[in-house]
């Protein structure tokens, strides 16, 4: 990782660093990318591919009415109602 490298990542992210911030990050981009390269070198091709690190299986319930439809009851109630809604007066121009 060069200077200039490390000068366009920081451009890009809308930072702005001092020299001395600037040569901290050239080397800890430099230790990130080092073991990027070590993970890159371990061979997977015998592991088959996660799509969570935990197990977790998915809760399934049935499809059950758990409510009556009072529906008639509360529009019965209304000051003002339609078969299925409520009437409210306007209020938007």
């Not at 660093?17 to 371990?42: F, H, R």
């Not at 049935?62 to 019965?76: G, P, Q, R, T, V």
Request: charged residues 35%; aromatic residues 6%; glycine residues 2%.
């Amino acid at each position: 990782m060069d200077k200039e490298t490390v000068r366009t990542i920081c451009y890009l992210s809308r930072l702005s660093l001092d020299e001395d911030k600037a040569k901290n990050i050239e080397g800890d981009l430099d230790v990130i990318l080092s073991m990027i390269d070590e993970l890159q070198e371990i061979d997977t091709s015998k592991i088959e591919p996660m799509f969570s690190p935990l197990e977790q299986t998915a809760i399934v319930h049935n499809d059950e009415i758990s409510s009556d439809n009072k529906k008639e009851a509360y529009l019965s109630q209304a000051p003002d109602a339609d078969s299925d809604f409520f009437k409210v007066p306007k209020v938007v121009e």
